[in-house]
């Protein structure tokens, strides 16, 4: 069982991230921002799929007041992406943002942060410090000669440091790197010297091949090990597939449960039976349902009646014919044609 380090609990809009509320999937809209009804399709879409917070770039004025009417249509949390210019960040908490991610590396005038501390303050908005190995302070890389974990670390308890020093005890904190490595070391050394909450991820992950494989070994070794609160998986790609791989992420560490599992072997040459087609099937068809049981798509006689009696449902295929077993008894004899409804016969009555 995973043992979860607790950290500060931080209100962001109408949820709660931190203490032992659960963790939260979040993603980034690709829309220009001020285009509202562009911004508000896509965020629905995310919502649907299960994001529970969003973030958006804001770029200028224009971004800024559109926040307040991208509200008016959207069920989950919004943040406000900002970089260089305060004025954005000050405006998006008038326009009633939920949170306000300034970066470090190019926020550095402490008058201009204090005047948004001090409006975040008023406005019980939260602030998080996301450092970033991209745009990590000179200082840092000078310190430690380039780009480390530890200058990671270093930079976000200078800043937490700053805010704190300026009033503010609404922090979130992020240190990503798109080396996985890095990301883990990182967030494990700060996770020992602060009670704020983390947002994971790793950053600039690639397309959604590289991207999915590095943030379920970066994210998933974080999580497992009782780490983070919040976190989005970054790829090239419609953020509808970060939710989709966040999920499963949830899903495979038994965090949190979103639908029916299926399980199934890897193909080999005793296999007789269309498996990747079926699988596959099953699969899609399994997503759209959310009963807690555990789905068996076997297809050869050496593991597979093993793996099918230990699942709730489960197929063990042979030579163009399968066993189908509901809760460890042998329910129906089928041939390969027949495979695919009788399974979703039997899921459907449990």
């Known amino acids: 069982m995973i043992k979860r380090i607790y950290k500060k609990e931080i209100q962001i809009g109408d949820v709660k991230i931190g203490g032992d509320n659960k963790i939260l999937i979040q993603s980034m809209t690709n829309t220009d921002t001020k285009n509202v009804s562009d911004t508000v399709k896509q965020i629905k879409k995310l919502e649907n799929e299960g994001c529970e917070i969003i973030r958006v770039a804001v770029k200028d004025e224009g971004d800024a007041k559109a ?36 970066n470090p590396g190019n926020i550095s005038n402490i008058e201009n942060l204090k005047k948004i501390v001090d409006v975040a303050i008023k ?93 379920a070994v970066g994210i998933g070794h974080l999580l497992y090990n009782g780490i983070g609160d919040t976190f989005r998986v970054s790829i090239t790609d419609d953020p509808v597939e970060e939710i989709e ?48 049981i555990t789905v068996a798509v076997m297809g050869c006689v050496v593991n597979g009646p093993g793996e099918a009696k230990e699942a709730d449902v489960g ?11 509901k809760k460890g008894e042998i329910h129906k004899k089928v041939e390969e044609n027949e495979m695919f409804d009788e399974l979703i016969k039997v899921i459907n009555s449990m």
């Not at 480390?148 to 503010?168: C, F, H, Q, Y």
């Open 67 to 102: 926040i307040k009417k991208i509200k008016e249509n959207i069920k989950i949390p919004i943040v406000a992406d900002i970089h260089f210019n305060y004025k954005l960040a000050i405006l998006a908490m008038e326009n009633g943002i939920d949170k306000i991610r300034i």
């Open 123 to 215: 406005l019980d908005i939260p602030i998080r410090v996301g450092v970033n190995s991209g745009s990590l302070e000179q200082e840092f890389i000078d310190k430690y000669n380039g780009v480390t974990p530890m200058g990671l670390v270093d930079s976000g308890l200078k800043n937490i440091a700053i805010l704190e020093n300026m009033g503010l005890k609404n922090i979130v904190l992020s240190l990503k790197a798109s080396n996985v490595r890095f990301a883990i070391e990182a967030y494990t050394l700060i996770n020992e010297r602060i009670q704020y909450p983390l947002h994971l991820g790793i950053t600039e992950a690639g397309t959604k091949f590289t991207g999915s494989i590095k943030s």
């Open 245 to 292: 791989i966040a999920k499963e992420i949830l899903q495979s560490l038994d965090i949190r449960k979103f639908r029916t599992e299926v399980i199934s072997c890897p193909t080999c040459g005793r296999t007789e039976i269309d498996l990747i087609a079926l699988t596959n099937k099953v699969e899609k068809y399994c997503k759209r349902i959310n009963k807690n």
């Open 315 to 325: 197929l063990a295929g042979g030579k163009g014919v399968g066993l189908i077993f």
